[in-house]
C-alpha cells in the first residue's frame, strides 16, 4: 500500500471519528476509531475485565495471547494521529477520501503491484516518525531506505 494511500485511510477515518488509534498486532496494522472519550484509550481495568471474559476465551485462543498484551501493541495515539496528519498538511483534510476525491479507488490497483515488504517497511517508519518530534516527509522516508 501506497503511503499517501495509508494517510488517506487514516485521515478518511478521522475526519468522521474524533479519537483514531493504530496498533500493529501479527504484522498487520487495526485502525481502533471512537467519539468517546473514555473508550479512546485501552483502560488497565477493561483489559483485565477481558481478559478473565470466559465468553473472550476463543479470542483468546486465536490472537495466541490476552489483551492486555495486544493493547501494548499500540503504534499511535489518538493525539499521535492528530500530529501524523498535520505534518502532511491542513490536518488531513487534503487526504480525505470522499464521493468528489476518489483517489483510493484510482491508486489501490497501481500500488497492489509495489512489494508488500517494502511498502510496509515503508509505512512503518512513516507512522514511527510521528511517535517523535520533528517533521515528515513521505517522498524523503521513501528515499532514505
Not at 17 to 32: C, E, N, R, T
Not at 86 to 100: E, K, L, M
Amino acid at each position: 500500500m501506497a503511503t499517501s494511500d495509508l494517510l488517506t485511510i487514516i485521515a478518511t477515518l478521522r475526519a468522521e471519528f474524533a479519537y483514531v488509534s493504530l496498533y500493529v498486532v501479527g504484522g498487520q496494522g487495526i485502525l481502533i476509531a471512537t467519539n468517546d472519550a473514555a473508550r479512546a484509550h485501552a483502560s488497565p481495568a477493561l483489559m483485565s475485565a477481558l481478559d478473565t471474559s470466559v465468553d473472550m476465551q476463543a479470542v483468546h485462543a486465536l490472537a495466541g495471547r490476552n489483551f492486555t498484551e495486544i493493547a501494548a501493541d499500540l503504534l499511535l495515539s489518538p493525539a499521535q494521529i492528530d500530529r501524523l496528519l498535520q505534518r502532511f498538511g491542513a490536518n488531513g483534510r487534503q487526504w480525505i477520501s470522499t464521493d468528489n476525491n476518489l483517489k483510493l479507488e484510482y491508486n489501490t490497483p497501481k500500488a497492489n503491484a509495489n512489494s508488500q515488504d517494502r511498502s510496509s517497511e515503508i509505512n512503518l517508519k512513516v507512522l514511527r516518525a510521528a511517535q517523535k518530534e520533528g517533521s515528515i516527509n513521505v517522498e524523503q522516508s521513501a528515499q532514505n531506505d
